[in-house]
């Protein structure tokens, strides 16, 4: 069965800090994609990165960047310099890769990020 | 730019009381799906849909059903309501192919008292 665990429950930092949030997969198949979501206050999913599991580069955008590794079963996520603005719930998803099947999320349970100014 | 559409948004239910939420696309996305968020926790899958007529169970299907008589619609209904099905609900698609992106609604708040 696939899992994915959030360990960190909550994180505060103060603006202008470096923050990385972990998280950890199961899955028996080999071919896969993971992804993060951000939900604000405001309570919506919006949707911040897909990376499937034959791509390990590690991606940047902007002030975000993630490391995939596959030999840890890892996608971590950075956000660098954070910004109030990035307070927020932020989730690791996992979904498996069958055609037909639909495209079903696993999800973590969430880290609670807050950003003091 | 409506993309996926939850109505209504908040809802307070009494026990046995049965409703319906309400989901629309309009990506003419073929994949369609209703999760529970409850709190402290991630989302878990209720029921999914890879097209119209066709329907499957999540994790929770328990006290819910739904039906997919077209691509844009997939109403979820909640029979005989508890105090358990207090959660928040999303509705969520995507296109057909592995690991395409699921993009979600914007919640619904339910209370059952």
């Known amino acids: 069965a696939q899992k994915v665990t959030q360990a960190q429950t909550e994180i505060s930092v103060v603006e202008k800090e470096d923050v990385t949030l972990d998280c950890v997969y199961e899955t028996r198949d080999t071919t896969y994609y993971l992804f993060w979501y951000k939900q604000p206050p405001s309570g919506e999913l919006v949707f911040l990165i897909r990376?499937?599991?034959?791509d390990e580069q590690n991606e940047i955008s902007g002030r975000y960047s993630w490391n995939f590794q596959k030999s840890t079963s890892s996608f971590n996520f950075t956000i660098t310099a954070s910004q109030v603005v990035d307070s927020a719930v932020y989730f690791c998803?996992?979904?498996?890769?069958?055609w037909g099947y639909g495209n079903k999320l696993v999800f973590g349970a969430g880290t609670i990020l807050r950003v003091k100014s | 730019n409506a993309g996926v559409t939850q109505t209504p948004k908040f809802r307070i239910l009494k026990i046995g009381q049965s409703m319906t939420l309400q989901c629309a696309q309009d990506?003419?996305?073929?994949?369609m799906y209703w999760y529970r968020q409850d709190p402290g926790m991630g989302l878990k899958l209720i029921y999914y849909s890879v097209g119209a007529g066709i329907t499957d169970k999540g994790e929770v299907p328990n006290g819910y059903n739904v039906s997919r008589s077209t691509t844009e619609d997939f109403p979820l209904r909640l029979e005989l309501a508890a105090p358990s099905q207090t959660s928040v609900y999303f509705c969520?698609?995507?296109?057909?192919?592995?690991?395409?992106?699921?993009?979600f609604g914007e919640g619904s708040w339910l209370t059952v008292v």
């Open positions: 998803a996992l979904s498996e890769a069958k």
């Open positions: 990376r499937n599991s034959f």
């Open positions: 990506m003419n996305h073929n994949y």
């Open positions: 969520a698609s995507s296109s057909p192919g592995a690991g395409n992106t699921i993009y």
